[in-house]
Every structure is written in structure tokens, then in C-alpha cells.
């Protein structure tokens, strides 16, 4: 064993900051001289060879000594979870495969040392080891979970239960292509992972190319995980009872030569031959499960293997290191030490990594170039005459009809189904997927749209179709919506920082809190218009409120030419007076706001309202005003994310960044009276634009809590949210109060 700066063998450059060589593994002058991934066809020569097997388990320490010294060279990560795959993860890339999401963010420093020794990095600067330890944890650098700005990675990586979604939508847009997805035994308690396969399955059969790999290593987080008791049958059983008809299932322990004690055991405390045999049986049983899905059978590979195997730690205890883990530290020296490789097997992995697949992930996954989309062309929308009452979600239906017809990959998801929130035309055109052919419920199995009752499995699929360059847009009740926010923020905040352009990430959240009066508070939740403002300030989120069925026409029109943003429109169910034009609503959603009634007076107070069905008690306000001499003027907020000051947002940071504000005189010339009232019937930080720039008399009323009421108006008068409180506040105002 020697330090990196001993070493008097010929170094690859890329192994500058290797702390530790080790001596020549046995037999490396017979299994290591030809790299056994084939440089023509991407995967190995002969996966039943020795050589291939040893040449994998090159590649498996390899990683896992990256891994740990990544982290220990900030004394911060996670190294344990992804060293328990270390050999699945060798074996996929060797069979030829890459395009690898995974549901563990806590995996991440595996997945850089992949990038790593496959080339990928270098397209961020990092070319050595001594770089990647700079880089990691680092602003724009390897940051602690997968995100959208590293090379090579298909999808971002954070709460749990997500990384299958980036998998099946990967698995629809790309038929020919194998989606292997990591998920921990840890995660896998999360409800989704499971019922997400499963609906998806049921909806596209035939869609078997992604491969769920589970790592199976007993432990969670911070204790073992509530899977750890199960038996190899009983966790055979669970997935087939899911779905899948392909279980396969490759334990260490049968090949545990050491004695260790328990069900979970780490291979790399196998004698020789046992990690051979170990390393063998890995790679035959997953080229057996890659073409059992491939070719048309749901299929799931398990890796039962110890957490921390290889490591500086066994169990939990190898899952996060602290400050005294640097790598000064007796216990990382110990596990670098015994994990150091020759010179000359780096160089065989590195030349292996950058052949396998057809060359490194940052040029051949499929998230490395741009999607073709079909061309939409010229929609058609339907201008509705002023003062006409119409269904803001149906004339989008309509579009989105057309959408679907033109792209035949668009993809519509709801959890509550369309028929509930006004959008049936959307069932009529698209027809919902199911395997029961029904015309009474416009169902059979080749349909676009997606029905789940889950708003995660709703989001997540939708999510992943924009990520991976497709059209799709995820429909749900504004209420509840905020159950499938989770892995739409996550995409979100990775399109503001990805590398290349994609669809937008389109919603639209129906059924507002003010239009549930019957059903109570459950139904009444417009907080997710908080978490959505909050948003706002990254850069790339744009909610819309469109007052009407024009304008809600002109958003979506908006919201397809878009690219790498987050885009919900908030429209309601209910028939509402049209206040725009279509000319007004397209300048309305491009400009942030427009004026939908003007009332002269010896003073004029300004309404500046979020929302469509509040506006009802507000022009019954300016009414009242009038006929006391008093002037208004409603300003309809559709795009409240244009009102800010530039320096208020960080759009600058994005990669495709959007810096389009309205201006302080446009600013000025729509808001200029004696006093503003803002107006929403949801969250109040929806109007943070206009309490950080206008500076005159003001105040700002909005929802406040759900309650059973028998109509709309009632829910707005417990809200205090009436005509008669707007003209009390504008009198206060006026007077000075």
C-alpha cells in the first residue's frame, strides 16, 4: 500500500488526488490486460466470462473508493447506501445502460464518481480526483443531492418515493431505451413508489423498459429500515403482488464465505473466489432481468447486500459522515486503504467507463440532447363576446384537445378526474387510459389521459415528461394539489439549472377554495398559491390567474412556447362574465396585468385583484363607490411574477433565464390613485409585488380559513371578503384611516 505522491508506477492523469494505490489484484495479468467492454457495441464481450466479473468488480471498489473519499474530503455525505449497490450500479453500465435515475438523493456521491470515470465531469471542469474533491459539495459544483446541472444525470434526486416517476415518463418518450432506477429499501415505505408502478402498469402494459433495482441493504436513514424483516420470499411476493411478474433476487449471503452473522452481509469480506462468484451471479441475473424487461415482462431486480459494504462503516452507522470522518480519520483510512486499486486497474475502469453505453453519459443519455417535439402549429381559440358567461377550465379543454391531437406523446394527468373540474371535453377528445373499453366513461387503453388517484403519481409522471422533453400538463383540485407538489418543485428548481431546453411544466389548478362552499374546509385550501409565490423569487415559476375564459385560453397559449419553467394556471370551474379580449388577455399574461374597468370620481381607489371569481364582490364595490362620487380603477393580476422589481427574483441564475418586468412607469401609469387595495380570495403573498412597490396608501385582503357554506357569496363574507368590506377599507383609506 502506498500514498498517491509515493507511487513510482505510471499515474493516469485523472488520478491526481488519489490518496491511496494499492498493489496488483490477483490474477490481473490474465483478467486485466483487455478492457472486457466491447468499444463497438457498448456492454461486455462475454457477461458470463471471469473477466468479466473481475473486471466488474474493478469498476464496483473503484466507485466505492471515490465515493469515500469525495466525502471524506469534506467530512460530509452520504457513502454508505450506494456502496450496498455498488455492483448492480458496475453492472448495469457494463451491459450497456446509463440512462439511470434513482429515488436515493443520499446516493449522489455515487452517481459523481460514476460521472467521474466515465468522462462526464469534464464538461464542469473536473478532470482529476484532486478535482472532484474540491468540487464537491461546492457551489456549482457536485451539490450534496442530484440536480439537473451535472453532466450525464437524467434527473434530479431529493425526497424520497420520486426517482420511479423519472423512469416510467423516460420509459414512455423513449420506447427502445432500458430506465434503470435505483430505489432504497428505506424509501421504498413511501406510499407512491409502489401504487405509481403499479397504475402505470395497468395503463401502458406494454411500456416495460424501466427496471426498478432495489437496494435492498436492511437499513434506513438513521435505523433499519421496515422492510429489513421481511423474508427473500416474502419481498419476492410484495412484487409480484404489484405487478411484476419478473422477481429477481440476488442475496450476498449466499455467497458469504466470512461468517457473518445475520441476513445482510457485506461481499467485500468474501474470500477471493467468493466475490468472483458474488460478482458473477450479479451480472448474469441482471443481463437476465434487463431482457426479461426489454422484452415485455414488468420485471424488478433486488441486490440484498449489507448497507456501508466496503466502507468505513456497516448499517446506519455508514450512511452520513461527520465532522471527525475526515480523512485523517483511523476508520476512513482503514476502508481507502482497503479499497485502493493498482494504477493500471484505474486505467482499465476508466477506458471500460468511457466505452460502455457508446461513450460517456453526458453525450449518449437521453437528457444530453433535445427532444424533437411535433410542431402545434397555430391553436385554435375561441374569442368569447364581453359580458358572456363561460367556463374558464372548458375553453382550455379545448386546446388542450388539440395539444393532444397534434402530439400524440402529450400526456394529461388528474387525480379527481376532468369530468369534476369542468374539463370532460378533455375526456371527449383525448379519452382517459384504461383497460376497460367504456364510451358511457370515454375509457380505453390507448388514451392520453392519466387518471391515478394520487396527485403525487398525477405530478410526478407529468414532471418527468417535461424533464425528459415532452409535452404533458397535470390537472387537479387547487386543494389538493399541494399533495403532488413535492416532485413539481423538484422539477422545477432542476429545469431552472438545466442545460438545455425542455417543455415547460404545466398545471392547472381548478375548483379554488371560494367555488367549494358545500364542502367545507377539506376542499378550501389555497395554500398551495403561498407555496407557489414563494416560488416565484427563483427565477423560472410563473403562476397565472387568468380573470376568464379568454384569458385562461391566452395563458395556456402563453405557457406552450415557454421552456424550462413552472407554469400553473388557477382557473375556476364555474361560468364567470368574459372581461377580455383575447388582444387584452395576450398582453395581460405577457405584461403581468390589465385594467378591466376604469370609473372616473374625485378619487380614485385602485383594486388590484388576484383571481377570478373574487372580482364578483369587487365591481359590485366599485358600484357603490361610484354612486358616492368615488372613482375605481380594477386591475386584473394574471402574471404576478412580471410585477416584481428585477433584483426582487433570481432570474438571472436561470439557464434559460426570463427577465421581463414590468416597468416603473407602466408600473406607475396602471396603479397611480389615492389608495390600492389588493384583493385575492387565496394567499396573500400572491400580492407581495405591489406591497414592495407601491408606496402610497394601501391594504391587502385576502383568505383567511375554510368553512361549510351554502354559496360562494357566503364563504366570502366569512372571509370578510364582500363589497361592503372593499368600501369600507376604500372610505378608511380616503379619509386617512
Not at 411500456?207 to 436513514?221: D, E, H, I, K
Not at 362620487?629 to 386591475?635: A, D, K, M, T, Y
Not at 389588493?678 to 394601501?698: F, I, K, N, Q, W
Amino acid at each position: 500500500m502506498t500514498l498517491a505522491q509515493d507511487a513510482t508506477t505510471q499515474i493516469p492523469a485523472f488520478c491526481e488526488g488519489i490518496q491511496y494505490f494499492g498493489d496488483p489484484w490477483p490474477e490481473f495479468e490474465q483478467l486485466g490486460q483487455t478492457p472486457a467492454v466491447d468499444v463497438s457495441t457498448g456492454k461486455l464481450t462475454d457477461p458470463s466470462s471471469r473477466a468479466a466479473a473481475y473486471q466488474t468488480l474493478l469498476y464496483a471498489d473503484a466507485l466505492r473508493y471515490l465515493v469515500l473519499q469525495m466525502t471524506a474530503s469534506k467530512a460530509s455525505g452520504h457513502p454508505g447506501g450506494f456502496a450496498s449497490q455498488a455492483e448492480a450500479y458496475a453492472a448495469l453500465v457494463y451491459l450497456g445502460h446509463k440512462n439511470i435515475p434513482t429515488e436515493v438523493g443520499h446516493h449522489a456521491p455515487g452517481f459523481y464518481a460514476a460521472m467521474f470515470l466515465d468522462g462526464s465531469l469534464a464538461g464542469m471542469g473536473i478532470h482529476t480526483v484532486a478535482d472532484l474533491r474540491a468540487r464537491f459539495r461546492e457551489r456549482e459544483g457536485l451539490l450534496g443531492h442530484l440536480s439537473g446541472y451535472i453532466p450525464g444525470l437524467l434527473a434530479p434526486a431529493g425526497p424520497l418515493g420520486q426517482g420511479q416517476h423519472f423512469a416510467m415518463a423516460g420509459a414512455l418518450l423513449y420506447p427502445d431505451c432500458l430506465f434503470p432506477v435505483t430505489i432504497g429499501d428505506g424509501g421504498l415505505g413511501e406510499p407512491y413508489v409502489m401504487s405509481s408502478m403499479l397504475h402505470f402498469h395497468t395503463a401502458f402494459p406494454q411500456r416495460t423498459n424501466f427496471l426498478p433495482v432495489l437496494v435492498w441493504n436492511g437499513y434506513s436513514q438513521e435505523h433499519h429500515s421496515m422492510v429489513s424483516t421481511a423474508s427473500n420470499a416474502q419481498m419476492t411476493e410484495y412484487w409480484r403482488g404489484n405487478g411484476f411478474a419478473e422477481v429477481v433476487l440476488v442475496d450476498a449471503k449466499e455467497f458469504d464465505d466470512a461468517e457473518q452473522p445475520g441476513p445482510y452481509v457485506d461481499s467485500t469480506l468474501f474470500s477471493w473466489e467468493g466475490r468472483i462468484r458474488f460478482a458473477q451471479r450479479v451480472l448474469t441475473e441482471m443481463e437476465r432481468a434487463i431482457q426479461s424487461a426489454m422484452g415485455g415482462t414488468l420485471t424488478v431486480f433486488i441486490l440484498k447486500q449489507l448497507k456501508g459494504s466496503g466502507v468505513h462503516a456497516k448499517g446506519s452507522k455508514s450512511h452520513n459522515l461527520y465532522g471527525h470522518h475526515t480523512l485523517d480519520n483511523p476508520d476512513i483510512v482503514a476502508a481507502l486503504q482497503a479499497r485502493a486499486l493498482a494504477p493500471a486497474a484505474w486505467a482499465l475502469v476508466r477506458q471500460n467507463c468511457e466505452r460502455a453505453a457508446g461513450g460517456p453519459a453526458a453525450k449518449v443519455v437521453v437528457t444530453e440532447s433535445i427532444r424533437p417535439l411535433p410542431e402545434l402549429g397555430s391553436l385554435t381559440l375561441t374569442e368569447f363576446p364581453l359580458g358572456d358567461k363561460q367556463v374558464s377550465t372548458t375553453a382550455m379543454g379545448a386546446m388542450v384537445v388539440q395539444v393532444g391531437q397534434k402530439d400524440p406523446a402529450f400526456l394529461v394527468s388528474n387525480a379527481d378526474g376532468n369530468e369534476a373540474s369542468g374539463i370532460a371535453n378533455i375526456n371527449q377528445g383525448l379519452k382517459v387510459i384504461h383497460p376497460t373499453v367504456d364510451p358511457l366513461y370515454n375509457q380505453q387503453p390507448q388514451g392520453q389521459v392519466y387518471e391515478p388517484l394520487s396527485e403525487d403519481a398525477c405530478a410526478g409522471l407529468t414532471a418527468g415528461l417535461a424533464l425528459l422533453g415532452g409535452r404533458a400538463l397535470w390537472c387537479s383540485y387547487e386543494s389538493f394539489a399541494i399533495n403532488g407538489l413535492p416532485i413539481w418543485q423538484t422539477v422545477t428548481q432542476a429545469m431552472a439549472e438545466l442545460r438545455r431546453p425542455t417543455p415547460s411544466l404545466i398545471a392547472l389548478y381548478t375548483a379554488g377554495a371560494l367555488e367549494q362552499g358545500r364542502n367545507g374546509w377539506t376542499h378550501q385550501r389555497p395554500e398551495i398559491e403561498a407555496y407557489l409565490a414563494a416560488m416565484m423569487r427563483n427565477g423560472n415559476v410563473f403562476p397565472l390567474f387568468p380573470p376568464d375564459a379568454n384569458c385562461t385560453q391566452a395563458a395556456y397559449e402563453w405557457a406552450l412556447g415557454t421552456c424550462n419553467k413552472g407554469i400553473p394556471i388557477i382557473a375556476s370551474k364555474t361560468p364567470l362574465p368574459i372581461r377580455t379580449t383575447l388582444k387584452q388577455a395576450r398582453q395581460a399574461v405577457e405584461q403581468g396585468c390589465t385594467v378591466l374597468q376604469e370609473l372616473p370620481g374625485s378619487q380614485t381607489v385602485v383594486f388590484a385583484v388576484v383571481g377570478d371569481m373574487i372580482l364578483l364582490p369587487v365591481f359590485e364595490a366599485a358600484e357603490q363607490l361610484n354612486a358616492q362620487g368615488i372613482g375605481s380603477r380594477i386591475v386584473s393580476v394574471v402574471n404576478p411574477r412580471r410585477l416584481y422589481r428585477p433584483e426582487d427574483v433570481a432570474w438571472a441564475t436561470c439557464a434559460q433565464p426570463d427577465g421581463t418586468f414590468l416597468a416603473e412607469a407602466a408600473f406607475r401609469d396602471l396603479f397611480a390613485g389615492d389608495a390600492l387595495i389588493g384583493v385575492t380570495g387565496g394567499a396573500s403573498l400572491m400580492l407581495e409585488p405591489l406591497m414592495l412597490r407601491y408606496a402610497g396608501r394601501r391594504d391587502f385582503l385576502s383568505w383567511k380559513r375554510g368553512e361549510t357554506t351554502a354559496t360562494p357569496a357566503e364563504l366570502m363574507g366569512f372571509n370578510g371578503l364582500t363589497a361592503q368590506a372593499f368600501v369600507q377599507r376604500a372610505q378608511q383609506l380616503l379619509g386617512g384611516g
